[in-house]
Each structure stands twice: as structure tokens, then as C-alpha cells.
């Protein structure tokens, strides 16, 4: 990851954030700065605490800044979806009364066995019997009899391709027989035991839900044990330009319904990233070169806009220009963006709306990049630099169902 300059905005005592354009004014960035706002994930993270009707475990990979972590934290949030020993350790180290969960199907031995033995964690996911197999190997002493099963073991199902804007059924998940043989297998090792899946990155259709939990519901049928927990992964979308989600109470209710029809002591878990932190983050970056109706600015597919590349998503955005007042009735334009390497795949098509007479020099604010900006950042082209700043401000676009207020 490339490295971050942190710029304090916090004064000693009380904190007192300032706004975007405050700080662009103060400080005039030539480098990129993200923007994180801890209000505002702490709200979205309490929202849907609130809302879910089980456990939320935060997917860290979406963010692992620990001002993000705190945050949520802050917000309620007291479990954490973990990919790898690093966020393993940086949970341990940073939350250490956090929930952690080791939730990547497939994991390295020396992952598996410091996980549990260094840091204590007990809950492992898994899509094959391979991998049940490291998991028991890694975490029983060899030859250890009569004690109690300490593990919580949770088989990934996989599900068939579904209309999600980043479609995640192609490499994880074991297909349903292969599931109901995992879960009998898993069953006589395990404390609890769970069955989970995910829909798709921004999954815009709360049907999609209903369909996976009752797939779910089959696997549990058909195992004939006892299934203590169905987690129903993550998905949940936030709004972009141009792409406006169902309210998060659809997603709640399709939920609750399907889970209506499991067995009654059968528990809910959710693993949510992008909808508790997109809205809590934004990058400022500056125009170097205007060419028609394309802006060269300073931040790209190789640092906090790998979305807005292979992804295709738009971003809210906003001009800021220092010492003008707001121009209520200024003509927009649609602009596309070149990021600063000297790759012609470092472009982000957009369009984003800014004001016809975009010139070089002028910053540009682009929002809902709390979710996977920073966590992608590069060294590409020696272009890694970026600062990083707490802001008081509002997020820039306004997901429904976490709603300020």
C-alpha cells in the first residue's frame, strides 16, 4: 500500500474538525487528500446495527484506516470480518475487545494456526474439505482427546451468478452438495457452525437475498445437524450518481422474511463494508491540464478511483475554488478524468458533472470513496503520495436509510 502522510486536524483537547474547503484553503494541496468524516460512519455503522436483526461484522478489507475502525467502533460495531493475519493482528492491536472473524475461505497454515493460538480467534470460513482439513490440523494440538470444541465453523456457499455491479461467484464457494457434505463434516468440530455466502459487491435487487437464504435454508435441510448461524455476507449497496439503490429497509425486510422460513434458533450474521463507510470518505485532487472536455488530475485507477476505473462507477464531484463564492445558476459540463501515470488505463470515464470552465488549477472533491479508495492506493509511477485529513462535513450523497437524523 503506498504510504500515507498524515496531516493532524485535531487540535490538543477537544476535537474540532474542519471543513473540506477550510483545509483546501488552508493548506492548497498539490498532492491528493482523502477526507475522512467519523460522524458520519459512525452514524451509518449505528443505522444499520440498529436495523440488521443479528450480528454485523464489518469487512475491514474495505477500509482498514484505523481512524475508519474507531469510528466504527464508536457506531456499535463489535465484530470484524477479517481476510488476513495483518488485519487480524491490526484488530487485535487496535480494538482488542473486538469480535474478530476469519472469514476468507482460503487461508495460508501460519495464517490459520497465529490466528487462533497468537490472537485468539476462533471463528474460521472454509469451501472445501482441504481446507477443513488445515483448519482442524492448525488449531487441535495433535492428540488432544475429551476436550469440548472451541471453533466456529462456517461453510461458504456458492451461489449462481446474480446482477450485482461486481459479481463475486467465480471463485469462492462450495456448490450445495458439496455444502451439506461440509456442514456434516464440520459439524462434530465445531462449536457453532454456520453457513454464509454473498451476493455480489453493490447488489442493487433485495431479492437477491431472499433467493441466497433459501439456498441456505436447503443446504440446512438436507445436512439433517444442527446449524447454528446463516451469514448472509455483504452486498449492501450505497448510491452513486446515476445508480440509487432500494432504501436499506427493503434489504432488512427481504432478510427477515427469508429467515422467517429457517429453523427458529438459527442466528443472523451480515457482513457490511461499503455500506458503512462509503459515504465517510472523499478525495480532493487538483486539475493539471484541461483538453476539451477531459480533465488530467492528480489521483487516478492507481490510487483512491480503482473504481471509478474497472468498475465504471461515477462518484458525486465538486469544483472547489478558493476566494469565489458559489455560483448558483454556473453551467455544468460532463468531464472525463485521466489519473497522473502514463498509463492510458489510468482514466475514469465518468461523466462527472463540474462547471463548464474547469481549469487548471482547481480542485475537485469526489465523494463516496470511503469504501476501497485509499485501501487500493499504489506506488504506480512513484504517484503513492496522499494526505489524509478528518473533516466535519456531511457526506456528499445520501444512501437511503442513513439518513442523517
Given at each position: 500500500m503506498?504510504?500515507?502522510?498524515?496531516?493532524?486536524?485535531?487540535p490538543v483537547g477537544?476535537a474540532i474538525?474542519?471543513?473540506?474547503?477550510?483545509?483546501t484553503a488552508a493548506s492548497?494541496?498539490?498532492?491528493?487528500?482523502?477526507?475522512?468524516?467519523p460522524a458520519v460512519?459512525?452514524a451509518?455503522?449505528?443505522?444499520?446495527?440498529d436495523?440488521f436483526?443479528?450480528?454485523a461484522?464489518y469487512?475491514v478489507?474495505?477500509?482498514?484506516?484505523?481512524?475508519?475502525?474507531?469510528?466504527?467502533?464508536?457506531?456499535?460495531?463489535?465484530h470484524?470480518?477479517?481476510?488476513?493475519?495483518?488485519?487480524?493482528g491490526?484488530?487485535?492491536?487496535?480494538l482488542?475487545?473486538?469480535?474478530i472473524?476469519?472469514m476468507?475461505?482460503v487461508?495460508a497454515?501460519?495464517a490459520?494456526?497465529?490466528?487462533?493460538h497468537?490472537y485468539g480467534?476462533?471463528?474460521f470460513?472454509?469451501d472445501s474439505?482441504?481446507?477443513?482439513?488445515k483448519?482442524l490440523?492448525?488449531t487441535?494440538?495433535v492428540g488432544?482427546v475429551?476436550d469440548?470444541?472451541?471453533?466456529?465453523?462456517?461453510?461458504?456457499?456458492?451461489?449462481p451468478?446474480g446482477g450485482a455491479?461486481?459479481?463475486?461467484?467465480?471463485?469462492f464457494g462450495?456448490?450445495?452438495?458439496?455444502?451439506v457434505?461440509?456442514?456434516?463434516?464440520?459439524?462434530p468440530?465445531a462449536?457453532?457452525?454456520?453457513?454464509?455466502?454473498h451476493?455480489?459487491?453493490?447488489?442493487?435487487e433485495?431479492?437477491?437475498y431472499t433467493r441466497a437464504i433459501a439456498l441456505?435454508?436447503e443446504?440446512?435441510a438436507?445436512?439433517?445437524?444442527?446449524?447454528d448461524i446463516?451469514?448472509v455476507?455483504g452486498g449492501?449497496p450505497v448510491?452513486?450518481p446515476?445508480?440509487?439503490?432500494?432504501?436499506?429497509?427493503d434489504y432488512?425486510?427481504a432478510i427477515d422474511?427469508a429467515?422467517a422460513?429457517?429453523?427458529a434458533?438459527v442466528r443472523l450474521?451480515a457482513?457490511?463494508?461499503?455500506?458503512?463507510v462509503?459515504?465517510?470518505?472523499?478525495?480532493?485532487?487538483?486539475?493539471?491540464?484541461?483538453?476539451g472536455?477531459?480533465l488530467?488530475v492528480?489521483?487516478g485507477?492507481?490510487g483512491?478511483?480503482n473504481d471509478?476505473?474497472?468498475?465504471?462507477?461515477r462518484?458525486?464531484?465538486?469544483?472547489?475554488?478558493?476566494?469565489e463564492?458559489?455560483?448558483?445558476?454556473e453551467?455544468l459540463?460532463?468531464?472525463?478524468?485521466?489519473g497522473p501515470t502514463c498509463?492510458s488505463?489510468?482514466?475514469m470515464r465518468?461523466?462527472?458533472?463540474l462547471?463548464?470552465d474547469?481549469?487548471e488549477g482547481?480542485?475537485?472533491?469526489?465523494g463516496?470513496?470511503?469504501?476501497?479508495g485509499?485501501?487500493l492506493?499504489?506506488?504506480?509511477?512513484?504517484f503513492?503520495?496522499v494526505d489524509?485529513?478528518?473533516?466535519a462535513?456531511p457526506?456528499?450523497?445520501?444512501?437511503?436509510g442513513?439518513?442523517?437524523?
Open positions: 503506498a504510504k500515507v502522510r498524515l496531516v493532524s486536524a485535531r477537544r474538525l474542519p471543513l473540506v474547503d477550510a483545509f492548497r494541496p498539490t498532492d491528493p487528500v482523502l477526507c475522512l468524516r460512519i459512525a451509518a455503522a449505528r443505522r444499520f446495527v436495523s436483526p443479528g450480528d461484522l469487512a478489507k474495505c477500509n482498514p484506516e484505523p481512524r475508519v475502525l474507531r469510528a466504527l467502533w464508536a457506531g456499535g460495531v463489535r470484524f470480518d477479517c481476510a488476513s493475519l495483518g488485519e487480524v491490526l484488530l487485535r492491536k487496535l482488542p475487545a473486538a469480535e472473524h476469519f476468507h475461505p487461508k497454515r501460519p490459520i494456526h497465529e490466528a487462533f497468537r480467534v476462533t471463528d470460513a472454509l474439505a482441504d481446507e477443513l482439513a483448519i490440523q492448525e487441535v494440538p488432544l475429551g469440548p470444541p472451541t471453533l466456529g465453523l462456517f461453510v461458504r456457499l456458492a451461489l451468478k455491479v461486481y459479481d463475486l461467484s467465480g471463485k462450495a456448490p450445495l452438495q458439496e455444502a457434505d461440509l456442514l456434516c463434516a464440520a459439524r468440530h462449536a457453532r457452525l454456520g453457513i454464509s455466502f451476493v455480489g459487491s453493490q447488489c442493487l433485495p431479492g437477491a441456505a435454508g443446504a440446512i438436507r445436512c439433517g445437524v444442527d446449524v446463516v451469514d455476507g449492501f448510491s452513486y446515476g445508480m440509487a439503490p432500494p432504501p436499506l429497509g432488512i425486510a422474511a429467515a422460513e429457517l429453523p434458533a450474521w457482513e457490511p463494508g461499503r455500506a458503512l462509503a459515504g465517510g470518505g472523499s478525495v480532493v485532487v487538483q486539475v493539471q491540464l484541461r483538453r472536455d477531459t488530467f492528480n489521483d485507477v492507481y483512491s478511483l471509478a476505473g474497472a468498475l465504471g462507477l462518484f458525486p464531484a465538486r469544483c472547489i475554488r478558493l476566494g463564492a458559489d455560483r448558483v445558476d453551467e459540463a460532463d468531464f472525463e478524468l485521466f498509463d488505463a489510468d482514466r465518468g461523466p462527472f458533472r462547471p463548464a474547469m481549469r482547481d480542485w475537485v472533491e469526489l463516496q470513496l470511503g469504501a476501497y485509499a485501501c492506493r499504489t506506488q504506480f509511477n512513484g503513492g503520495r489524509l485529513v478528518e473533516v462535513d457526506p456528499m450523497l445520501v444512501t437511503p442513513y439518513e442523517e437524523g
